[in-house]
């Protein structure tokens, strides 16, 4: 979900796997690069990638 915030940011509020998974919320300045990343942090799910592959 893309909210617009009080300070004119736009909020990315996203559940990775659905209830009780992890939650990844992030600001952004305009709403194309929300959405450019809200895209992006989807595709990655889908693919099997893991966020974090250094550990």
């Known amino acids: 979900m893309i909210r617009k915030q009080k300070s004119g940011r736009w909020q990315i509020d996203v559940r990775?796997?659905?209830r009780g998974s992890k939650?990844?919320?992030?600001?952004?300045?305009?709403?194309?690069?929300?959405?450019?990343?809200e895209r992006w942090l989807?595709?990655?799910?889908?693919s099997g990638a893991d966020w974090n592959e250094l550990q």
Request: aromatic share 8%; charged share 25%.
């Open 42 to 46: 989807l595709s990655q799910i889908q």
């Open 23 to 37: 939650r990844v919320r992030k600001t952004f300045p305009s709403k194309a690069e929300a959405h450019r990343y």
């Open 16 to 18: 990775l796997g659905g």
